[in-house]
Nanobody, 120 residues
Framework: QVQLVESGGGLVQPGGSLRLSCAVS????????MGWYRQAPGKQRELVAV???????NYAESVKGRFTTSRDNAKNTVYLQMNSLKPEDTAVYYC??????????????WGQGTQVTVSS
């Protein structure tokens, strides 16, 4: 069993910053890509950022230059630093991890989601 536990969401004013964390635990042989999606009310879930096991990252155009994702492989944790937040960043943020749980078996796992609200 693999669990992803997120933390760090909350209410912030426009222009402010938040840092999300997501820790992966359980029966893990290795973790490949990790990343973040978000879903705003009435909208589809969208990719925000993804980071490979080697540390290379990609971002949605809407967050480039404002958000940074990183990972600590020793702690099986992925982070999302969000700066210059805008009201349109308001959403539930979900982390995910592609985990090799045993030889020949790799699955995607999701966190429970954390609410980020950007409002004055």
């Amino acid at each position: 069993q693999v669990q992803l536990v997120e933390s760090g969401g909350g209410l912030v004013q426009p222009g402010g910053s938040l840092r999300l964390s997501c820790a992966v635990s359980g029966r893990i042989l290795s973790i490949y890509s990790m990343g973040w999606y978000r879903q705003a009310p009435g909208k589809q879930r969208e990719l925000v950022a993804v980071i490979s096991s080697g540390g290379s990252s990609n971002y949605a155009e809407s967050v480039k230059g404002r958000f940074t994702t990183s990972r600590d492989n020793a702690k099986n944790t992925v982070y999302l630093q969000m700066n210059s937040l805008k009201p349109e960043d308001t959403a539930v943020y979900y982390c995910y991890a592609r985990v090799r749980v045993r030889v020949g078996s790799t699955n995607d796992y999701w966190g429970q989601g954390t609410q980020v609200t950007v409002s004055s």
